[in-house]
């Protein structure tokens, strides 16, 4: 018994109930795929509110190579709900989300990883933290510093290095950092990052982008890729351990 490597759309029934579910199968010279189906699990696990589960399942030979099935091809299948969809967001085996929200119909919007209502980009914590992810930051970084201006952003972040010390902060293995410094201008769908540099004031990343604001990299200091030990204490990213 297998899933889906992936599920790249879902579309909704005039029926509001009837989905249909683009998903991706094993493929090859022979027949690859039995039993395809799409299984609504709320009366089975329970339901969570505000979220239907489906859980798309199929037996498949692919787990040999001598059977041929080492492609893939897009096949769809159907389940029907026990009662429309409606304002519920639709998460298929487990982390595939969709919703109606937003979407044009027949088909549902296919939500990221930050969720189907990503915040605002602007200068919050919730849309630095959206930064973060864009520029895929090694766990447990910290954001060193901001400047934003609400269509550009400068992010500092470090990451501590060194191996486990406890509560022996004084040992400078324990409190050095790396750092890295990144460049975003506002988009739809949050901040995309463009320019990454350590370097001080506004000549790289304007030679880069000659919009970028001088009043956001004029006073920047060159960023030293292994930083002080006593370099300030930075904040924690929300999930970052307090450092002790």
Not at 3 to 23: E, F, I, K, Q, W
């Amino acid at each position: 018994m297998f899933g889906p490597s992936g599920v790249a759309a879902a579309r909704l029934g005039a029926d509001h109930r009837t989905l249909s579910l683009d998903a991706r199968v094993p493929s090859g010279p022979r027949p690859c795929v039995r039993d395809l189906e799409a299984v609504d699990t709320d009366a089975k696990y329970g339901s969570v509110p505000g979220t239907v589960h489906v859980q798309i399942t199929f037996s498949s030979p692919s787990g040999d190579r001598s059977s041929g099935c080492t492609k893939e091809t897009t096949a769809t299948v159907r389940v029907r709900l026990p009662e429309p969809l409606g304002e519920r967001e639709l998460v298929v085996d487990n982390d595939t989300v969709f919703t109606a929200d937003g979407a044009e119909p027949p088909a549902l919007r296919l939500c990221g990883r930050l969720g189907c209502h990503p915040p605002a980009t602007g200068c919050t914590t919730a849309s630095y933290e959206q930064a973060m992810i864009a520029v895929d930051a090694p766990m447990h970084s910290y954001r060193d510093a901001e400047h934003c201006d609400g269509k550009w952003l400068v992010l500092d972040f470090s990451w501590r290095t060194g191996p486990a010390c406890g509560d022996n902060t004084k040992d400078p293995a324990c409190t050095s950092h790396l750092g890295d410094r990144y460049f975003f201008r506002a988009k739809r769908s949050g901040w995309e990052p463009f320019f990454e540099s350590a370097a001080g004031g506004c000549t790289a990343v304007q030679r880069r982008e000659p919009a970028f604001p001088a009043a956001l990299c004029a006073s920047l200091e060159p960023l030293s890729s292994s930083l002080h030990p006593s370099y300030p204490p930075p904040s924690p990213t929300a999930g970052s351990p307090t450092p002790r």
